[in-house]
């Protein structure tokens, strides 16, 4: 098993294009859990009414549908690629706005931050489908699944250095990271 895996990591690794796209997406969809994880924080200190959080939760998730449901209408405009790193520098740049500009609109544009993370998945698991060999297939969607959460612990870290100063500070550090990524891998 560990053998097929690690030949998941090979064929990723040795297709450039597939491997930033991958990169890229990482970046992107690892910080949107810092969302999901940390919005009440963030809701209670820009004095969000707590009777709101059931309704911010729901919109949060619902907000996703939408952009799960038409990611495969995008590709007909742009190629997944494109798409996949538009929406990445917009994932960095949500959560610099997020994080210097405290304010119930914050909120909103982690609305928009799902909306977008709602049509990354079904883009990337299209593109990712398309380019590995069936043989391979759920093996290699295994070895992006380890690497998510690498992700995740990777701005874990820079999350826990951030909140040293507060949480505004750990999501501007965790947009210049995924921005940082996008500037890399091109």
Not at 77 to 97: K, P, V
Not at 112 to 130: K, R
Request: proline share 3%; glycine share 10%; charged share 10%.
């Amino acid at each position: 098993m560990a053998a097929l895996i690690l030949k998941g990591f090979e064929f990723v690794w040795s297709h450039t294009t597939l491997r930033n796209v991958t990169i890229g997406f990482l970046a992107a969809v690892s910080a949107f859990n810092f969302i999901d994880e940390f919005w009440q924080l963030y809701a209670r200190d820009v004095s969000i009414p707590i009777y709101w959080f059931g309704a911010i939760s729901s919109v949060l998730l619902l907000i996703q549908l939408p952009g799960q449901l038409f990611a495969g209408t995008l590709i007909r405009f742009a190629s997944f690629e494109r798409w996949l790193n538009g929406f990445g520098w917009l994932m960095g740049g949500g959560f610099l706005l997020v994080g210097l500009f405290p304010s119930p609109i914050g909120i909103g544009v982690m609305g928009l931050l799902a909306l977008l993370y709602g049509a990354m998945e079904p883009l990337y698991y299209g593109l990712l489908h398309h380019q590995v060999p069936s043989s391979i297939r759920a093996t290699t969607e295994s070895s992006v699944s380890m690497l998510w959460h690498l992700g995740i612990l990777v701005l874990g870290i820079v999350f826990i250095v951030g909140t040293t100063a507060s949480l505004f500070w750990a999501f501007i550090l965790i947009g210049l990271v995924v921005w940082f990524v996008h500037a890399i891998i091109r």
